[in-house]
């Protein structure tokens, strides 16, 4: 059974900065991507990056400050923010696809979810 478990989320200052962690259980391979979605209070759910064997791709709100990286030996995804907004307030989830591609412009191809973590940006 595939799991997914986000951690780091919290409370931070404008211009701060935040590691969020993804940890994948389940998976009998490394042949899965995984991509970072947020939904903010009132918005729809957006992609925010997503990593795979193709490689890394951001939505243009957080290129730049985002960056997704990835630790097979822990079975972990991470995404590390930067110059963090408060328009970058949200409930950030990680989601993963079985394959070698992804996309931050459609949730509608990934299967597995996490539970989400919280991230608010404010003084």
């Known amino acids: 059974q595939v799991q997914l478990v986000e951690s780091g989320g919290d409370l931070v200052q404008p211009g701060g900065s935040l590691r969020l962690s993804c940890v994948a259980s389940?998976?009998?391979?490394?042949?899965?991507?995984v991509a970072w979605f947020r939904q903010g209070p009132g918005k729809d759910r957006e992609g925010v990056g997503c990593?795979?064997?193709?490689?890394?791709f951001y939505d243009d709100s957080v290129q730049g400050r985002f960056s997704v990286s990835r630790d097979f030996a822990k079975h972990t995804v991470y995404l590390f923010m930067n110059s963090l907004k408060p328009e970058d307030t949200a409930t950030y989830y990680c989601?993963?696809?079985?394959?070698?591609?992804?996309?931050?412009?459609?949730?509608?191809?990934?299967?597995?979810w996490g539970q989400g973590t919280q991230v608010t940006v404010a003084h």
């Open positions: 389940g998976f009998t391979t490394d042949d899965y991507a």
């Open positions: 990593i795979s064997d193709s490689g890394t």
């Open positions: 989601a993963a696809t079985r394959g070698y591609g992804c996309s931050v412009a459609t949730d509608v191809i990934y299967r597995f």
